[in-house]
């Protein structure tokens, strides 16, 4: 009875953390606000990240990939932009806080990008912010922002 109790309880305490996720939900890109040398903010951009156990799943068009939160190595399955320039085939991530979303992704094992995923503090503008290499040897600086749908 006692293991339970205790199921049901840590199984509350996880769906109350994630519940109030202010990462969680649509996200579209404002371009006049957003700055990249590599991706075309022309083209519209809706990103929406959905709860997954143990992570969040980011979605970007058709494409999606799973992030498991847990600051351990795991191999990148489904795709991104990021995904594809950087040739990344391994990610880290971590929940520094409620609102903050930080991945490193890692090439042969080698850090190839990293990217911090902020949410405001109204919880209505999420800023993204990317550093790395890419698959040519090209070295970005991106500052995307997205606004809460």
Excluded at 35 to 55: M, W, Y
Excluded at 104 to 112: F, M, N, S
């Amino acid at each position: 009875m006692r293991i339970v109790a205790l199921a049901i309880a840590v199984t509350m305490f996880i769906t109350s953390a994630w519940a109030g996720d202010p990462l969680v939900g649509t996200w579209k890109r404002n371009a006049e606000k957003s700055k990249s040398a590599l991706i075309d903010l022309s083209r519209p951009s809706t990103h929406t990240f959905t709860q997954i156990p143990g992570g969040v799943r980011l979605q970007v068009g058709p494409r999606s990939v799973d992030l498991i939160c847990d600051g351990k190595e795991h191999a990148v399955v489904g795709g991104t932009n990021l995904r594809e320039t950087t040739g990344a085939d391994t990610y880290t991530a971590t929940r520094r806080d409620n609102s903050t979303l930080e991945i490193t992704y890692l090439r042969e094992g080698k850090v190839v990008s990293t990217t911090r995923h902020q949410v405001s503090s109204d919880g209505r503008v999420l800023t993204m912010t990317s550093d790395g290499v890419s698959k040519t040897g090209e070295k970005f600086h991106d500052v995307l922002i997205y606004e809460k749908q």
